[in-house]
């Protein structure tokens, strides 16, 4: 039963009474579930851990298999696909059916599975299951419709590649062994027939036993011992007199067809000739070795490996040997597998290889064997993402145009690599897809080296674009830390850049924050570094008073920047009130260059920020990283607290523990900590909420108590007058004083209860803020708008200006706060949204606080019986997002400000107040101060984004990025217009601010904006600025949310297809949703502001952190992860683009002509006449019967024409479905129809014939007829 809300009738009355204000409008939610569609696109990098290869050299398609069951498919650059088993069974053998769009896969669970690559999405059309047997090794002839099966038991099963169905012919191992062979000969593990005569099947088995199988005869015909010498691989001569072994020993052996008895040549390699007496060299094995010929030349032997173990230090080799030339080829990595490629498939026929593809187990290496010395082809697939492990990525979709030309053009100079081959790629096959985005897409990279790679992935093509090394700066010396920060240094952790702007951040693992700006032209500069302590500590000193003289400040020559050109000195960021804490306060633990540098056109260093070592601790890492380039602020934070630096006077304006930013307003209960450990976090898979504690407890904290406003002299508390509030009101509730200057006599007592206990002193960092409070009003329990002080040790030599600034911020805001009483004004929200589907996600009202106590919000109760959840140790700054928006309930205009989410799920709202533009802002300090606005939220803060009354999503504000070579009186004028250019939504703030009403108990506010905050297990939507909760969502019970962004949908038209009448539902170009992604995979989307579910699909479960670390949204409903260590899995949430997929894709079989085999001569075909077979005889039902079902089991695939209409299952196809049997039966009822018609004229007709009959011959007798 609903309760009745009798405040809201009173507000109803009340808002009634007051003049007539413009009427509201409802927002108009244009996403629907049927505009969302999860699928993945397209898969980049290098394939993770492969273990097969194949290669069709008429089609000129490359196939890799992986160990988790995937398929890459490779053609000319663009060309790439990735397809998947069912399970994650690993691929063994990879078979091309050479020039028919077909390819075979062998995996270790004893399948094989055909599919069918003559579709952009290649699906499996048979499977064949082994039962009773392992297969070992398959061999498809060319040109043959039968694949011969070997197995661990020695046998050599044949399957129909066509169906898939198993033969009865069976070659078992105890007929191709002799019979006075006692011992198995193992393993099948090489198969191959003659190239001259198909009836002729050479079988190798493990032991060394070789037998050529007489197909006709159903009997071995030859059998070759290689004694105690394990054999891994064969190859033919293509003349199919010859053949060649490899084995375990290094050596090669060279067989003569009609000479079983002793082999015609056996040889090592890579080992030195046996001397009398004495063992030849013991090498390592041959795995694989294959004998191309040439027409022109001596044939090729190509192998891998076979070195002596002697010799240490050897990489992993390809020796390609021809004629007496040995050329022995290192890699870097371990050979997987090697083929050679060459212009005919028949293998009776000269090859003349022209290059040679080898797979090794982190690269993919292709060698010109036509130019001497066999350089190497630069490979054109971006397979170099994992050159250093990935740390980080983040993804820009539908970014400037302008910025890929831009990487572009400094990229191409440091690409430029000497020492390959200039010949064309050989791997050459497919074709790209018809269509492509219409929006530009990049994606960075951040690696373990430090480096950052800049990707250009429009369409579904990656190409490098530019690469950046962050390590440059950085002197090269043994760091001054534990072993925990030895092997990565230089890790990047977080990315952070502004696209129009072209300003990027990236912080690293060791505390650096690194500011660099995009420019053409070469300079040498020196770089600007700050030092930042960001640490909290605690000690039995009272906090010092506010009129204490500050410490001298550092000289110039220090680390820390200057406030600008004016020569303004700067605070020290991390200077110390005593000698004591001097000596706690370290180095940072990587050390700048010191002198000019060069800096490369490119992005270049404009100013370095670190964290310093505290009582040789290392600082904990950058969990959030902001930049915003129209303020000229950057901020991050970490599980100590927060920063914010100013990047054009280079100096830091914050530096407090998280415990700080509240104030007297601190909802916890600190516990005392201990002396800090560091402890690695526990890898794999974990609850984020797990992490997160264990980052607490790395480095806990305890706030530092604020100094008792009651105990202050008079000097100070008028000093301290602008931080005051207009507003002592109190809340009754729970005793706690909303206002940091109206203190109640409860909490006057609790502050002298605890003056005997050993109070902290305030935070070493000194900073340019100015701690201003505000008045509080009564709020619900979810949305608590606690106004604070903030103790601040602001220097002698800023403090005039600061009163001054915040003087005049006090003058331009009197207009609102000073009519503000007791009573907070009457808040009618104007773009509350009134969706009858979203009801139930609307937050309660101020008067049912029990609905609230149910989620675990935060309470505002100070009593002594506090639980012991808020006892807490440790809260880091998870979440940061420059704005300009409302910052109190009272603000009747936006300003700028920074809203910092934390671990524990607190929003707090900080206030900037920034100069001028000009010469004001290079001279004048940018005053940070707190709002007093603290909204509260289960779990961690994930996302913040903002939107306007009409639901669109506010974009952030930045500078536009400009040549340094324009000339400065063009610089000025075009820097006025690029700022009311793209700062487009703040003139309609403008006209808000003209039009609001100059006292707010006269007239009634309305809402202006919405903040949407996403934590790891709720979504609200607040209205500003009066703080209400307008929508709540609890997304999840019993996971948590991994990663969310509020995220724009791709653009959808208004289009009527080609096979049905029914049109989409057109969606504004700027709609907006909240995605998030959970740790049970599952991928959920909710409409704005309504909170309204649009998708839930079960999509990828968080098998390894690496996920969620590397998960990333986008706008147009795209988003990315790095699926293993080196590939990255782009996939897509909106419908349109899986809509349009099919036409993006590339194509992998093209229609091509087999060339013609070789043609036999007259007197080799009469005086040699090969025997032709035919198999069909030999293997058919008819000959052999059938196979035992026991064997194998055939499974029918879904990469048929039926397979694919049985797997339709999406919502369009339905409703096609329904349509089409619409049509049949509108079709079958008008062809009913005219059968009823034609048969009703054929009855008339009848009928007139029976009349004409009867009246010719009623009038007759019977002798008449």
Not at 734 to 749: E, I, Q
Not at 1156 to 1173: A, T
Request: hydrophobic share 30%; proline share 7%; aromatic share 6%.
């Amino acid at each position: 039963m609903k309760k009745f809300n009798f405040k809201k009738v009173l507000d109803g009355l009340t808002s009634s009474s007051a003049p007539p204000a413009k009427p509201e409008t409802e927002i108009t939610e244009t996403l629907g579930s049927e505009h969302f569609q999860v699928s993945k696109t397209v898969r980049h990098g290098f394939p993770y851990q492969p273990t097969a290869m194949a290669y069709d050299p008429v089609q000129h398609i490359l196939a890799i298999g992986c160990k988790s069951g995937s398929i890459r498919l490779f053609g000319r650059p663009g060309v790439d696909c990735h397809v998947m088993h069912d399970n994650d069974a690993a691929v063994l053998q990879l078979i091309f059916l050479v020039n028919e769009g077909a390819l075979v896969s062998v995996c270790s669970d004893d399948s094989l599975h055909l599919w069918n690559l003559r579709q952009k999405r290649p699906a499996i059309l048979h499977s064949l299951k082994y039962n009773r047997e392992r297969i070992t090794y398959c061999h498809l002839p060319f040109q043959s419709k039968w694949l011969y099966i070997g197995t661990e038991r020695g046998n050599v099963h044949i399957a129909n590649i066509e169906s898939f169905v198993l033969s009865g012919y069976v070659i078992n191992w105890n007929k191709a062994i002799e019979l006075s062979q006692r011992t198995h000969p193992g393993p099948v593990v090489s198969l191959s027939d003659n190239p001259t005569d198909s009836s002729k099947l050479l079988i190798g088995f493990e032991t060394g036993m070789i037998v050529q199988w007489d197909l006709k005869t159903k009997a071995a015909e030859c059998r070759y011992a290689c004694e105690q010498q394990t054999l891994h691989s064969l190859a033919w001569h293509h003349e199919g007199k010859q053949f060649m072994c490899s084995h375990s020993d290094g050596s090669l052996t060279v067989w003569n067809y009609r000479s079983p008895s002793k082999p015609a040549q056996v040889f090592q390699p890579h080992g030195h000739p046996a001397q009398k007496g004495s063992k030849p060299e013991a090498c390592r094995p041959i795995m694989k070795v294959a004998w191309p010929t040439q027409r022109t030349g001596d044939p090729f032997i190509v192998f891998s490996d076979g070195l002596p173990y002697e010799r240490s230090g050897r990489r992993p080799c390809i020796t390609v040997m021809q004629g007496k030339s040995v050329t022995v080829l290192e890699m870097e990595y371990p050979v997987v597998n090697f083929l050679p490629v060459s212009s005919t498939p028949w293998p009776n026929d000269f090859q003349d290889p022209y290059a040679i593809i080898v797979l090794l187990e982190n690269d993919l290496v292709v060698i010109d064997l036509t130019t001497p010395g066999y350089p190497c082809f630069q490979n054109p697939y971006p397979m170099d993402l994992h050159e250093s492990p990935v740390t980080c990525c983040t993804y820009y979709a539908d970014c400037p145009p302008e910025m890929i030309p831009a990487f572009y053009t400094v990229g191409s100079r440091q690409q430029k690599k000497t020492g390959f081959s200039d010949k064309n790629w050989p791997v050459k096959g497919g074709e790209w897809g018809t269509s492509t985005c219409s929006y530009p897409e990049i994606i960075i990279t951040g690696h373990a080296d430090g480096s950052l790679k800049f990707w250009d992935a429009s369409a579904v093509t990656l190409q490098l674009l530019y690469k950046l090394r962050t390590s440059k700066i950085f002197e090269k010396q043994p760091l001054n830390q534990s072993t925990e920060y030895e092997e990565d240094p230089f890790a990047i952790v977080k990315i952070a850049m502004c696209c129009e702007s072209r300003i990027l951040c990236v912080a690293g693992t060791s505390g650096h924050v690194i500011v660099y700006r995009y420019n053409k032209v070469e300079t040498t500069v020196d770089v600007p570094t700050l030092e930042i302590a960001l640490v909290y500590e605690v000690d039995d000193l009272d906090s010092p008073d506010t009129d204490q003289i500050p410490p001298p400040m550092p000289p110039p020559s220090s680390s820390v920047g200057s406030a600008g050109s004016g020569g303004m000195p700067s605070p020290s960021p991390h200077h110390s009130t005593s000698s004591e804490g001097a000596e706690k306060v370290g180095s940072p633990l990587l050390k700048v260059k010191s002198g000019p540098q060069k800096m490369v056109p490119g992005y270049q260093v404009d100013l370095c920020a670190q964290l310093v070592t505290v009582e040789g601790e290392p600082p904990s890492q950058i969990l959030c990283l902001a930049i915003n380039s129209l303020y000229g602020l950057m901020a991050f934070g970490n599980m100590q607290g927060l920063a914010i630096v100013d990047i054009i006077q280079k100096t830091t304006l914050l530096n407090l523990g998280t415990p700080d930013l509240y104030g007297s307003a601190d909802p916890y209960t600190r516990t005392q900590p201990r002396s800090p450990q560091r402890k690695k976090p526990p890898a794999g898979l974990g609850d984020l909420g797990e992490a997160q504690a264990v980052e607490q407890l790395q480095s806990p904290q305890r706030r530092k108590p604020l100094k008792a406003l009651s105990k202050l002299g008079e000097s100070e508390i008028g000093e301290q007058e602008r931080c005051r509030s207009p507003t002592t009101e109190r809340d009754e509730s729970n005793g706690v004083c909303l206002s940091p200057t109206g203190t109640t006599r409860k909490k006057l007592a609790d502050i002298k209860r605890n003056r005997n206990q050993p109070r902290p002193r305030m935070s070493k960092a000194h900073s340019t803020a100015s701690m201003e409070g505000n008045g509080g009003d009564d709020s619900d329990d979810m949305n608590n708008s606690l106004s604070m002080s903030w103790g601040s040790s602001v220097s002698r030599l800023f403090r005039t200006e600061l009163i001054k600034a915040e003087a005049m911020l006090r003058r331009q805001r009197s207009s609102s706060t000073s009519s503000v009483g007791s009573q907070s004004p009457k808040v009618a929200p104007k773009c509350a949204g009134t969706d009858p589907h979203v009801a139930s996600h609307k937050c309660p009202g101020r008067d049912s606080p029990k609905a609230d106590s149910k989620d675990g919000s935060f309470s505002r109760s100070r009593s002594s019986s506090m639980s012991s959840l808020e006892n807490v140790s440790a809260e880091g700054i998870n979440c940061l997002s420059f704005t300009e928006s409302y910052t109190r309930k009272t603000d009747p205009v936006t300003s700028p400000c920074l809203w910092v989410g934390t671990t524990l799920g607190s929003v707090l709202v900080i206030v900037l107040n920034l100069p001028p533009q000009g010469d004001q802002r290079l001279t004048q300090p940018v005053i940070v101060s707190p709002s007093g606005t603290i909204l509260r939220l289960k779990g961690a803060i994930l996302a913040m984004s903002f939107l306007d009354c009409n639901g669109m999503t506010i974009p952030p504000l930045f500078a536009k990025w400009e040549d340094p070579k324009k000339k400065d009186e063009n610089r000025e004028t075009k820097d006025g217009q690029s700022m009311n250019q793209r700062r487009g939504w703040q003139q309609l703030q403008h006209l808000h601010r003209q039009k609001a009403p100059s006292s707010p108990t006269t007239e009634t506010i309305s809402d202006r904006q919405f903040v949407v905050i996403c934590s790891e297990k709720q979504a609200k939507v607040i209205s500003l600025p009066s703080q209400t909760c307008a929508y709540k969502l609890n997304i999840t019970e019993t996971s948590f949310v991994c990663k969310a962004d509020v995220v724009s949908i791709a653009k959808h038209q208004s289009k009527v297809g080609h096979s049905t009448n029914l049109t989409k539902k057109k969606v504004r170009n700027d709609s907006v949703c909240l995605a998030c992604f959970l740790a049970n995979g599952h991928i959920m989307t909710f409409s704005l502001p309504s909170l309204r579910p649009l998708l839930d699909s079960d999509f990828l479960p968080l098998a390894d952190m690496r996920i969620a670390q590397t998960f990333s949204f986008s706008n147009c409903g795209q988003a990315l992860y790095l699926c293993t260590p080196s590939e990255i899995q782009r996939i897509t949430l909106a419908a349109d683009t899986c809509e349009s997929l099919q036409e993006m894709l590339c194509e992998l079989f093209l229609p091509v002509d087999t060339p013609e085999g070789p043609k036999q001569s007259f007197f080799k075909g009469l005086f040699s006449s090969p025997s032709i077979v035919d198999k069909e005889e030999l293997f058919g039902e008819a000959a052999s019967g059938k196979a035992s079902r026991s064997v194998a089991k055939h499974i029918p695939g879904t990469g048929g024409i039926e397979g694919v209409k049985a797997e339709s299952g999406s919502a369009m196809a339905e409703v096609q479905k329904a349509r089409m049997a619409l049509v049949e039966r509108g079709e079958k009822l008008s062809e009913l129809e005219e059968r009823t018609e034609a048969l009703k004229v054929g009855s008339e007709l009848y009928a007139s014939s029976a009349h004409q009959v009867m009246e010719k011959y009623k009038n007759k007798k019977w002798y008449q007829l």
